[in-house]
């Protein structure tokens, strides 16, 4: 029997239990028709096409045909509380302090930041099937279409700012590469300071917001985003804007691509698992497997910090998260903050 797990997720309105119900008889990616679809959520045909419409607004994707219903472009596996939930270990779960699964959020970074901060040694997991304004590092955007990744922040309570504190993104990163290797996903690495890179292009990312001072608590919100199955237009919208060329799990795993809820499960148990022992002993312990999963170690490299830009060769980094980099034989060393790296091909 699986122990419960704290909810203070806010009362569904029956509109939005209405849309849940929808998405669940769409999943399997197969014509439903409206007739039946009316049916089964007992409502009329005309409320069947409204909650249609509404979800195409948020984003999500539906085909309509006449005379065969309304589908998914594909079968999508939809997030499901009770499904993480069951995937955990009960010692995992007996530290979740709440897990709330979301249809739509503005950010689930801003989501577990706006809430009360969670008990020290207990983690406040949210996620999200679609994110409004998903971040990424520098004020970027993070854009995951409905059903194609992996949203979620976790909240976690330090009871004292833990020694090394500014490495916690890389030690989060070899959290991530643990729990994906626990499902068969191989040969990813990172990239500093917060990428998931696999055959040099990008995975997913990590951004983590702090509260605190430097003695006493503190709230940190870590955020990931991992691509699981992109659709073939963002990545040429990514790729005509310039941006990082992607990855995604189905790309590496594909008929052996795992649940998300799966992944979401080993992902927190890996994350809760990291936490603790990085606030007794800081990225130390992280440190030598980071610098294995280095994808830039000793390689050229671009450093662009405000209106300057650093030519020189990545010699790894510090115990306090500071990237190295030789200049001309002399070690410079670059906070993360607003820096940007690029490796110089």
């Not at 979620?152 to 500014?166: D, N, V, Y």
Request: net charge positive.
């Amino acid at each position: 029997m699986i122990a419960p797990a704290k909810n203070r997720s806010p009362k569904l309105s029956p509109t939005q239990v209405r849309r849940a119900r929808l998405l669940a008889l769409l999943a399997t990616g197969e014509f439903q028709s409206g007739e039946r679809l009316a049916k089964r959520l007992r409502i009329s045909r005309g409320g069947i096409w409204k909650l249609i419409r509404s979800l195409q607004a948020m984003g999500v994707t539906i085909e309509s045909v006449p005379r065969q219903g309304y589908r998914f472009p594909r079968a999508v596996d939809l997030l499901d509380r009770n499904a993480i939930l069951a995937e955990m270990s009960s010692e995992t779960r007996a530290l979740l302090d709440p897990l709330d699964v979301l249809l739509t959020v503005d950010s689930t970074n801003r989501y577990v930041a706006e809430h009360a901060a969670n008990a020290p040694g207990t983690t406040h997991v949210c996620v999200a099937e679609i994110q409004n304004a998903g971040r990424g590092r520098r004020g970027r955007s993070w854009i995951a279409p409905f059903g194609s990744g992996i949203c979620m922040s976790l909240g976690w309570q330090f009871q004292e700012a833990p020694p090394t504190f500014s490495a916690l993104s890389l030690a989060v990163g070899v959290g991530v590469v643990h729990a994906f290797a626990r499902l068969g996903i191989e040969g990813v690495g990172l990239k500093w300071p917060n990428d998931l890179i696999w055959q040099q292009r990008k995975l997913g990312g990590i951004l983590i917001e702090m509260r605190g001072e430097s003695a006493g608590p503190a709230q940190v919100v870590i955020g990931i985003g991992i691509n699981m199955r992109m659709p073939g237009s963002v990545r040429i919208m990514l790729a005509e804007q310039q941006a990082a060329l992607i990855a995604d799990v189905h790309e590496i795993m594909r008929d052996r691509t795992p649940p998300r809820n799966a992944l979401v499960a080993v992902l927190v148990e890996e994350l809760t698992r990291m936490l603790q022992t990085f606030g007794e002993k800081g990225f130390e312990p992280f440190a030598q497997e980071w610098r294995r999963l280095d994808t830039l170690a000793d390689a050229p490299v671009r450093v662009t910090s405000g209106s300057e830009t650093t030519f020189g060769r990545a010699r790894g980094v510090e115990l306090d998260g500071t990237l190295l980099v030789d200049v001309d034989g002399q070690l410079r060393r670059f906070a993360s903050g607003e820096v940007s790296l690029r490796a110089v091909r």
